[in-house]
C-alpha cells in the first residue's frame, strides 16, 4: 500500500485506543501534504493511527504532529523493549557541543503513550522512569510559592548544570505563566490554553493547573507539557544568553523541585 506525504524513517507498531478501546495501528514519521492540500503539515514528526488489515492501512484520525520538536528528529523505537513498552529516541539534530570529540546526540529515550486529551486521542511523550536513577539530593524543593517566591531559589541555580525540573504552576484563569531557561521561553496563556514558543502555538488540555518536566544540560533542552502531551527538543548552550531557569506571570507556582543529575560519562 502507498501512503504519500510520508518520509523518513517510518515506524509502524499496534496501540489501543484509550477513547474506545479498539486495537489500532500507529504510523510515525515526518510527513509532507501534497501541494494544495488546506492546512499543509510539513513536519519531522507526525503520526496518524488507523486499521490494517495486513495489506491495506485506513486511517480513522488525521495526520497530526507528535514530538513539536525543534531538534528531534530520525525517531526511532527499541525492538522488543523488555518491558513491552514503546519507548524512542531522537537525533538531536542541531546541538552542538564546543570542545568535544562528537558532534549533535541522542534525546533521552522517551515513552510514548496514548492518552484521551481534548475528545481524541493523543500521542504523548514522557522521558522513561529509568531516567529517575539518575537524580540526587534536590537542590530545590518548594510547593505553593509565589512567582517572586520561587525565583529568589532559581538565581543560584548554575548554568552549566545538569537538572530534571518537576513543575506544576496553577495561573488565575486569564493569566499567563512563562517558563525561561537560557534564551528558550515559554509561555502559557490560560484563557485559551495555548503554549507558546518562538511563534510556534501549541493547544494543550490540562485542567486548573499545568504540569513540566524539563530536562536540561550543557547543550540540550528538552522539556515536556501536561503529562507529554507536548515535547520540545532544544539545542541549547550553557553559555547562551538568559537565565539557568527563571519563572514568570500571574501564577501559584504548586509544585517546584529540581534535582542535579548525575554524570553518566564513565571516569
Known amino acids: 500500500?502507498?501512503?504519500?506525504?510520508?518520509?523518513?524513517?517510518?515506524?509502524?507498531?499496534?496501540?489501543?485506543?484509550?477513547?474506545?478501546?479498539?486495537?489500532?495501528?500507529?504510523?510515525?514519521?515526518?510527513?509532507?501534504?501534497?501541494?494544495?492540500?488546506?492546512?499543509?503539515?510539513?513536519?519531522?514528526?507526525?503520526?496518524?493511527?488507523?486499521?490494517?488489515?495486513?495489506?491495506?492501512?485506513?486511517?480513522?484520525?488525521?495526520?497530526?504532529?507528535?514530538?513539536?520538536?525543534?531538534?528531534?528528529?530520525?525517531?526511532?523505537?527499541?525492538?522488543?523493549?523488555?518491558?513491552?513498552?514503546?519507548?524512542?529516541?531522537?537525533?538531536?539534530?542541531?546541538?552542538?557541543?564546543?570542545g568535544e570529540h562528537f558532534n549533535q546526540c541522542g534525546t533521552a529515550p522517551l515513552l510514548l503513550?496514548?492518552?484521551?486529551?481534548?475528545?481524541?486521542?493523543?500521542?504523548?511523550?514522557?522521558?522513561?522512569?529509568?531516567?529517575?536513577?539518575?537524580?540526587?539530593?534536590?537542590?530545590?524543593?518548594?510547593?505553593?510559592?509565589?512567582?517572586?517566591?520561587?525565583?529568589?531559589?532559581?538565581?543560584?541555580?548554575?548554568?552549566d548544570a545538569a537538572l530534571d525540573v518537576v513543575l506544576r504552576v496553577r495561573p488565575t484563569a486569564t493569566g499567563s505563566a512563562s517558563v525561561t531557561v537560557r534564551s528558550i521561553e515559554f509561555s502559557y496563556d490560560a484563557a485559551t490554553k495555548t503554549l507558546k514558543r518562538n511563534g510556534q502555538a501549541t493547544a494543550l488540555h490540562p485542567g486548573a493547573s499545568l504540569d513540566a518536566r524539563i530536562l536540561i544540560d550543557r547543550g540540550i533542552v528538552e522539556s515536556f507539557w501536561n503529562s507529554g502531551e507536548a515535547a520540545y527538543t532544544i539545542g541549547s548552550l550553557h553559555t547562551d544568553n538568559g537565565p539557568a531557569l527563571a519563572l514568570a506571570g500571574d501564577a501559584i507556582i504548586e509544585e517546584l523541585t529540581i534535582y542535579p543529575l548525575k554524570d553518566i560519562w564513565k571516569k
Not at 509532507?32 to 503520526?47: A, L
Not at 537524580?135 to 517572586?148: D, Y
Request: positive net charge.
Open 113 to 159: 503513550q496514548m492518552k484521551a486529551l481534548g475528545g481524541a486521542d493523543a500521542l504523548c511523550f514522557e522521558p522513561v522512569e529509568e531516567l529517575n536513577a539518575l537524580r540526587e539530593k534536590p537542590l530545590v524543593q518548594l510547593s505553593n510559592v509565589s512567582v517572586a517566591e520561587a525565583n529568589s531559589k532559581l538565581a543560584s541555580l548554575k548554568k
Open 1 to 98: 500500500d502507498s501512503l504519500p506525504g510520508w518520509f523518513e524513517c517510518p515506524e509502524f507498531f499496534p496501540i489501543k485506543s484509550p477513547s474506545t478501546g479498539e486495537d489500532l495501528m500507529l504510523l510515525y514519521g515526518g510527513y509532507h501534504s501534497p501541494q494544495g492540500t488546506p492546512d499543509r503539515i510539513d513536519f519531522n514528526s507526525c503520526y496518524q493511527l488507523g486499521r490494517f488489515d495486513g495489506k491495506k492501512f485506513t486511517p480513522v484520525s488525521k495526520v497530526r504532529k507528535a514530538h513539536q520538536g525543534p531538534s528531534y528528529y530520525a525517531a526511532l523505537i527499541f525492538a522488543n523493549e523488555a518491558k513491552g513498552r514503546h519507548v524512542m529516541m531522537g537525533w538531536a539534530q542541531g546541538t552542538r557541543f564546543p
